[in-house]
């Protein structure tokens, strides 16, 4: 399974567009890129997943360059409820593969 | 997608008993998962559970410790064996997700405290 790298954390401010980056090299040709947020006490909640190119929906956008070895999420003008962690994961769409945990990112927004 | 709901949410348990976890789903699914988060900590697979066989363990983690039961599509067990202290944990089960949506669903988890 491609292994991620992300930032332990990042810091914001209401207002403000957040992009957390995460490399993965070892992505195989028929992995997606799924990104997952957590909050403490609750299981992680699916926010989008893409293949190639930028894929956007209510909730972030999500950049992903030719070569796939890296992509970026885009949380658009964060709140405080945005404060989470926020995991990147590489594999099966969601069909029959596991799931590999990162580290993830902690995203602390601040007013 | 699919809708899930673990209990308990929580308990706090004696060492070297044991607690079992429910995960009920609200459509039939073929895969679920069970997971484990120490505190502070990211999320590491146990185990996978199909119905009609028996679990496929990660490494580090033994039947004899986790049984897992999966009785039917829409629900399974974990129980956590002869607990101690290094078992306190939040557990989650998970499912895949629909057709229609992506990516996998969590339930809200189980957060364990043995003492």
């Known amino acids: 399974l491609a292994k991620t790298t992300q930032p332990i954390s990042m810091d914001s401010y209401e207002g403000q567009e957040v992009n957390i980056t995460c490399s993965h090299n070892?992505?195989?040709?028929?992995?997606?890129i799924t990104w997952y947020q957590q909050f403490p006490s609750q299981g992680p909640r699916f926010i989008i997943q893409?293949?190639?190119t930028k894929v956007t929906n209510e909730v972030a956008s999500l950049f992903i360059p030719a070569d796939r070895k890296s992509s970026t999420l885009s949380l658009p003008r964060v709140s405080l409820s945005d404060t989470a962690v926020y995991y990147c994961?590489?594999?099966?769409?969601?069909?029959?593969?596991?799931?590999?945990f990162g580290k993830g990112t902690m995203l602390l927004v601040s007013p | 997608s699919a809708v899930i709901s673990q209990k308990p949410s929580r308990d706090i348990c004696q060492r070297g008993t044991s607690l079992t976890i429910q995960c009920q789903v609200d459509?039939?699914?073929?895969?679920m998962f069970w997971y484990r988060q120490q505190p502070g900590q990211s999320l590491t697979l146990i185990a996978t559970?199909?119905?009609?066989?028996?679990?496929?363990?990660e490494s580090g983690f033994v039947i004899d410790k986790f049984p897992i039961s999966r009785p039917n599509l829409t629900f399974s067990t974990l129980t956590v064996s002869n607990m101690s202290p290094e078992d306190s944990s939040i557990y989650l089960c998970?499912?895949?997700?629909?057709?229609?949506?992506?990516?996998?669903?969590f339930g809200s988890g189980t957060r364990l405290t043995v003492v």
């Open positions: 559970a199909n119905q009609g066989s028996e679990a496929t363990y």
């Open positions: 994961l590489v594999g099966d769409r969601g069909g029959y593969s596991t799931l590999t």
């Open positions: 998970s499912v895949v997700g629909t057709l229609s949506s992506a990516g996998y669903t």
């Open positions: 459509s039939q699914v073929t895969m």
């Open positions: 893409g293949y190639k």
């Open positions: 070892n992505i195989a040709t028929n992995d997606y």
